[in-house]
């Protein structure tokens, strides 16, 4: 016989367990921990990977301080998948994990058919979602394909630390063996993330239209936002070798721009990822939190285009 309940009782239906860390390289750990890689397993990584001398380098620290086997696979030069790069490097290597990176808040547009590949090497999938919260939580179109996915909750929300480790299935295999993170039920309820991400949505959007004249000296990085994608930063390309500069002249006149990432770790050779390093060289991440008001865009745009325009007469 069939029947409907007067409400909702099935306590696994559609939950996605959580772990709490102060990092979301935390969380990366206990998953590499959990996952019990043998000697001739590896992981497999994007080929874009920064390090700072603050900061370190979030994603393979804790591959590289658990002594973890690692291959790298390829990128364009827009930091997407460069699937068939892909292929080979699943067809080369002994792949125990893979991890996707969506950098800066935006989906890879080969996500779905990297996933598909690795399932059929039967490996763990990882979504890093360090920029890309939102783009799942409130997009839906991230961090659904792999088996967890980790955030940086520090990254995205005015907090001074934290990050989480989810898994998308409350029956999954690693989830007794995750050690170090706390179990948490309350994602996130202390901010109105729609309200966050609206914002930020509007701000992009402003920021597209604004930085339309500069093209020739500044280039988005993606074409625009598909439905669902939440942005962290919004990507640009610098010309004319001026990214360096404009960087240090933009902070010092007040506008938090950051270069994600203007230093790779060593272990990605020039040689082997070229167009990895072409867009280190180049690229330049313009704030569109949920702080910033449209005017005060207006007016870093017209920094941003005073100082190329200086620098370009030079």
Not at 32 to 57: C, F, H, Q, V
Not at 111 to 120: D, E, H, T, W
Request: proline residues 5%; contains cysteine; charged residues 25%.
């Amino acid at each position: 016989m069939y029947k409907i309940e007067k409400k909702p009782t099935d306590g696994k239906s559609y939950r996605r367990p959580g772990f709490a860390f102060n990092r979301a390289r935390d969380g990366f750990s206990a998953f590499l921990k959990a996952a019990r890689l043998k000697k001739d397993e590896k992981i497999l990584l994007p080929g874009y990977i920064g390090w700072s001398s603050r900061e370190g380098s979030g994603v393979f620290d804790p591959v590289s301080g658990l002594g973890v086997p690692y291959a790298f696979y390829g990128l364009t030069g827009r930091l997407e998948i460069d699937i068939e790069d892909l292929r080979r490097s699943f067809a080369r290597n002994n792949v125990r994990a893979f991890v996707i990176i969506h950098y800066f808040g935006y989906v890879d547009r080969n996500y779905v058919q990297a996933v598909a590949l690795a399932r059929k090497y039967n490996a763990l999938v990882l979504e890093d979602e360090a920029h890309a919260m939102f783009s799942d939580l409130i997009g839906g179109v991230a961090g659904r394909l792999g088996d967890a996915a980790i955030y940086s909750l520090h990254k995205l929300l005015p907090l001074s630390q934290g990050g989480m480790l989810v898994f998308n299935h409350p029956n999954h295999v690693l989830i007794p063996r995750i050690e170090g993170g706390r179990r948490v039920n309350d994602l996130l309820c202390m901010f109105d993330l729609k309200r966050i991400v609206d914002v930020r949505l509007r701000n992009t959007a402003a920021l597209s239209r604004l930085i339309a004249p500069l093209r020739g000296s500044v280039e988005p990085l993606r074409r625009g936002l598909r439905p669902g994608e939440v942005p962290q930063t919004y990507p640009v390309l610098i010309r004319n070798g001026l990214r360096d500069r404009i960087y240090f002249m933009m902070n010092e006149a007040g506008y938090g721009v950051v270069s994600l990432y203007h230093t790779l770790i060593g272990q990605i050779e020039k040689d082997a990822f070229p167009a990895a390093h072409a867009c280190s060289a180049r690229i330049l991440n313009l704030p569109v939190h949920q702080d910033i008001e449209e005017k005060t865009l207006v007016r870093m745009v017209d920094k941003l285009r005073d100082i190329i325009l200086r620098l370009e007469r030079e």
